[in-house]
């Protein structure tokens, strides 16, 4: 197991709970210990410090669930939190048998390499050198920095009546960058990564600095155009994959985009898409939110779909050979389904991004995508905006800037026109943190698909 | 009806404030100024979901939060060690944090009256009275009335409840506490046939409806009474004709018109986007400073205001999380912008003598940021809906909002909503599927020609509003009543 540098030992803390609660009882324990630096106009704005323990007791009853939380740790107030758990789950076991398969049994977890030790002390000085290191690339380039540096340590351990006894610690970090010119022209760089010394701020501060030309914009009308997309544009579409299509609870109940379509086609041949936890370029894990192994999943192998991921609950609905993959987001498995965490989609055979454009005419690159939504779930149609580094592509090349342009597309279409990958991945991330920390990353290359449908434009 | 400040600390809280005014007579004379709360929020989640319970959640969570400022250098440390040593070492954590940025300009904060009392919000009945039995069996009930076909693959039913109790001081002498009381409905189906699916909710779609009041909010909505129509639509989507594409006068329904002006008008307003300050995440305005006063953000019958004194607003409170007490502010007043969404820092940015009341933190562990509080649009004279629709001729009634997306200056918006009815000869028609528009801010709104009368407006409660790192929910509400838009491009998706 990981080793721990907060002190506390929250499997312990977790044992302490069971023993204050009655059968058939999960409890998860987390500690989130964080630090999160804001800068605007290459200055620092907000800086916020969390240190937070929560602890959620689980209790199944008749194939229901119930869960009740707090964040206070004496006995009085465990013990109110189980017997809340345990009410709620008789209650709603007197409407008869619910469809929960109960509590996971132990399995064997893997060690990983998901954990900093160094990144787990969380020294504000780290964040103040990254932030300086930005301002002096934003300053070099004439142009201002915005964004964020952060890093959390996350402690989580499980205890059950099943006889579950799991502990695991990881660490993560994320800088972003988006440089900005006194006309509003911005570009975007960003990187995460387990360990905070594996982020270089001052290359993160250049290369967003770069994508901020002076040229005059371009401006392209709706239509159909050959589309490059960087890693943080291919990772966001993949997310919303992963929710719409890769969701084992959706795709029994017959709302997944891959519904009655496993082992067929879906997408272009070069696409392989797995969701592999164990992968050391990912935000490891060891188990997921019902103590259950994370295993890989092969969800699209040569452009066929493969699989979706589970949880318990999902398993339970889809009946058959379907067991949990070790995808639960919350423990019992939360009511919108499982969901993947390590997304990662194989390179392909394009030495970088130039060779990507090359062929095309005329045509659009993307840095990164923004407010992104479902339109329609069943065909992974999605609107949104480009942002931060939207280009023209002319004669095969990068030519000029372009006005952000909204998109309204499929991800299966897109994937299905994908011509070509990078051989080169990078690990993406949002970085959103909201809630509880939960960091988690999309591993996949830039590619270039045809047929990005525009539908308007900025002004 | 909400209450006013009161002198008395409430009971549950007034420990806690003598704790964090301790805290506040403590702090360093380095420190140019700080301030600390303490929130404990009790919540309740229960959903039935094709005849059976599928959640019952709750959470009794709580802890401090502690901002300093050095310098120019902010500093915030959380924790959920509700204790004075708890406190003080947050204190210590937030000044660390203060003291190692680099160096950042030291601009002034608004001045502020100090807030003293104690402020909550009034309900008839307390949902956490209301016994789980009961919750389940209003649920099971309006569940089960959306069940039937074999094409609704997913019935819910759900409720949700929430008390937040909170205490703040600071060094600028603040020395509050508050309590909300929250609670919300709906009901929601999935139907799907082949690669058609639809959904269909009420009263909205962005769960679950929620007000600042008691559970006479939930019986209000009749959810039982409902549930057969949401179904029944359901269905009929499934083979309604596609919303056509092209240009046409939109009606928007309340719930609609409600993330409308959430999306187009309050983040616009937001001063701290204006000033650059959220240029990284949730983006920057295609307002600015300057056009305050001047500019013409929309047609003669739109007048917005920020109200955080609305009774049963989820942006209703006694004081902002800065210590500012509530307002109304006019944002918008016959198309022209007069007034901006402000805290202390921002407002003394660009030269306002206070702050707009407008600093909320979501919970004890995220700091203060600039929020919406309740941005509403005013009633017009345009009657009824019926009476709306009678003076429309040909257009389309859009109702419940099923996607949304604009850009990071609020300008671009492209919308989609659960069902569009046809209006014809004054009447509503058929209903048509897959409904989309899109449009830019500015021009969107000087196409505004009527919003209907005051019996026609109510709150619609958002509790999803994101913005901030890390990231922070807020929760919000729209008062609104249907409006008229001419010249909309519809069927964009």
Known sequence: ?459 | MTDPPSDRAGSATAPMLDLLTGLMASAPKRCAYAEARHVATDSEGVLVRNGHVEQVDSDASGGIGVRVRVGGGWGFAATREATRAGAERALARALAIAESQPVAPAGPLAPVQPARGHWSCAHERDPFDVSLQDKLELLFAAEAALRGDPRIVRSDAACASRRVRSAFASTDGAACTQERLECGAAIAVIAVDGDELQVRSYPGAHEPSAACAGWEHVLEFDLVGHAPRVAAEAIELLTAPPCPSGRATVILGGEQLALQIHESIGHALELDRMLLDEAAYAGTSWVSPADLGTLRYGSEQLRITADATLPGGLGSFGWDDEGVAAARTELIDEGILRRALSDRQSAAAIGLERSGGCARADGFARQPIVRMTNVSIEPGDAGTLADLVADTGEGLYLETNRSWSIDDRRLHFQFATETAREIRGGELGRLLRNPSYAGVTPRFWRGLDAVCSASEWRLWGLANCGKGEPGQLMRVSHGTAPARFRDVQVGVA
């Open chain 1, 1 to 459: 197991m990981a080793p721990s540098a907060s002190g506390e030992d929250t499997l312990q803390t977790a044992q302490r709970v069971l023993a204050l609660a009655g059968e058939d009882t999960q409890v998860t324990v987390i500690r989130e210990r964080s630090l999160l630096s804001r800068f605007a106009r290459s200055a620092p704005t907000q800086a916020t410090a969390v240190d937070d323990t929560t602890v959620e007791v689980l209790v199944v009853r008749d194939g229901h669930t119930a869960v009740a939380a707090t964040n206070r740790l004496d006995d009085d107030a465990l013990r109110a939190t189980a017997r809340r758990a345990e009410d709620a789950a008789l209650a709603s076991a007197r409407s008869g048998p619910g469809l929960h398969p109960g509590l996971a049994q132990p399995a064997p977890v893997r060690n990983h390499s998901g954990f900093d030790v160094e990144t787990a002390r969380l020294d504000p000085a780290r964040a103040a050198a990254a932030l300086r290191e930005v301002f002096a690339a934003a300053a070099e380039h004439g142009v201002e920095a915005f964004g964020v540096w952060t890093a959390g340590a996350v402690r989580t351990a499980i205890a059950s009546t099943t006889g579950l006894a799991l502990d695991d610690e990881v660490t993560d970090t994320f800088m972003k960058v988006v440089c900005r010119d006194a006309g509003g022209r911005s570009g975007y760089a960003a990187g995460t990564a387990v360990a905070a010394s594996a982020l270089d701020a001052a290359t993160l501060g250049r290369r967003a600095a770069a994508k901020v030309t002076g040229e005059p914009l371009a401006e392209l009308g709706p239509g159909i155009y050959p589309v490059v997309l960087e890693p943080e544009a291919v990772g966001l579409l993949l997310e919303f994959l992963g929710m719409l299509a890769l969701n084992g609870l959706a795709h029994a109940e017959g709302r997944g985009a891959l519904s009655g379509r496993i082992g067929t086609p879906v997408a272009a041949q070069g696409i392989d898409l797995a969701d592999a936890p164990r992968s050391e370029r990912t935000l490891q894990r060891a188990f997921d939110f019902e103590g259950v192994p994370k295993a890989s999943v092969a969800l699209i192998q040569d452009g066929v779909a493969k699989g979706v991921v589970h949880d318990r609950r999902s398993a339970a609905v889809a009946g058959g050979a379907a067991r949990s993959t070790g995808h639960a987001i919350a423990p019992g498995g939360s009511p919108w389904g499982p969901a993947p965490t390590n997304l990662v989609l194989a390179g392909g055979g394009a030495a970088d991004v130039a060779e990507l454009t090359a062929p095309i005419e005329r045509g659009i690159y993307v840095t990164r995508l923004w407010y992104v939504n479902t339109v329609r779930e069943k065909e992974t149609l999605l609107t949104g905006m480009t942002r931060d580094g939207t280009f023209l592509v002319e004669d095969g090349e990068v030519t000029r800037p372009l006005r952000n342009v909204r998109f309204t597309d499929s991800v299966l279409r897109l994937l299905a026109a994908t011509e070509a990958l990078t051989s080169a991945q990078r690990l993406v991330s949002e970085g959103e943190f909201y809630g509880r920390r939960f960091a988690q990353g999309v591993v996949c290359p830039a590619l270039r698909a045809g047929g990005f449908r525009v539908t308007g434009a900025t002004e």
